[in-house]
């Protein structure tokens, strides 16, 4: 089976441009969570998704950033404006069953950089 | 308060010693979920073992084992017999009943040849 797919593995864009960040879960699991990962704060959870609905968004750095998740097999996370401070790498992952109680599967990641 | 901590920042061995990563959480719930993850050079991150906190027997996969201890609320990390691929950075996180799940700053392990 084909584990969390992210897309684009780089992203190199400067400040003030859109940024979109795409995911698909592992299929079958009705979990989809956006992490944020940087030197200063670590591994930091965004937000997450029960069956395509958000469950909770309070990781969220601001309203610049956005995430939605139109069906099951697709997930968005979304910047703009972007910052240099965004600079980081971006995970996705997926867990089967429960508010995470189950297992999460990372994607391989998203690094970005704002210039 | 719902916190992760790994006091060792960088670990170095020579290969083929054993090596403890230290984990120590705070919780107030009574039920929550204890992990270790993998993050090699490559950058993604592979998850290890999960562990209910109902559950304290200690576990054993090859040369990986883990011991929980809820009177300590440790969940230490040992890899015995360490090799150069073990070099990573290894996330210990928890996930209480009714909050996020919460990662620690994890712990750089160097094997040495």
């Known amino acids: 089976d084909a584990g969390v797919i992210q897309s684009p593995r780089h992203e190199v864009t400067e400040m003030g441009q859109e940024v979109t960040l795409r995911c698909k879960p592992i299929?079958?699991?009705?979990?989809l969570f956006w992490y944020r990962q940087t030197m200063m704060r670590g591994l930091e959870l965004l937000i997450y998704f029960n069956n395509n609905v958000p469950i909770d968004d309070s990781g969220m750095p601001e309203d610049r950033f956005s995430a939605k998740m139109p069906n099951a097999s697709f997930s968005t996370l979304k910047i703009q404006p972007s910052e240099p401070r965004d600079s980081a790498v971006y995970f996705c992952?997926?867990?089967?069953?429960?508010?995470?109680?189950?297992?999460?599967?990372f994607g391989p990641g998203t690094r970005l950089t704002v210039l | 308060a719902q916190k992760v901590t790994q006091a060792q920042t960088e670990i170095s061995v020579v290969e083929k010693e054993d090596v403890t990563l230290d984990c120590v959480y705070e919780t107030r719930d009574t039920t929550y979920y204890l992990f270790w993850y993998k993050q090699p050079p490559s950058g993604e991150l592979v998850f290890l073992i999960r562990?209910?906190?109902?559950?304290?027997q200690n576990e054993i996969s090859g040369r990986y084992s883990w011991n929980f201890q809820k009177s300590t609320s440790s969940f230490n990390f040992t890899i015995t017999a360490s090799q150069v691929v073990d070099s990573a950075v290894y996330f210990c996180a928890l996930l209480p009943r009714d909050d996020k799940i919460i990662f620690g700053k994890g712990t750089r392990l160097h094997i040495l040849p």
């Open positions: 992952a997926s867990s089967l069953v429960g508010r995470g109680t189950d297992t999460q599967y």
């Open positions: 562990r209910n906190s109902f559950d304290e």
């Open positions: 299929s079958g699991h009705d979990y």
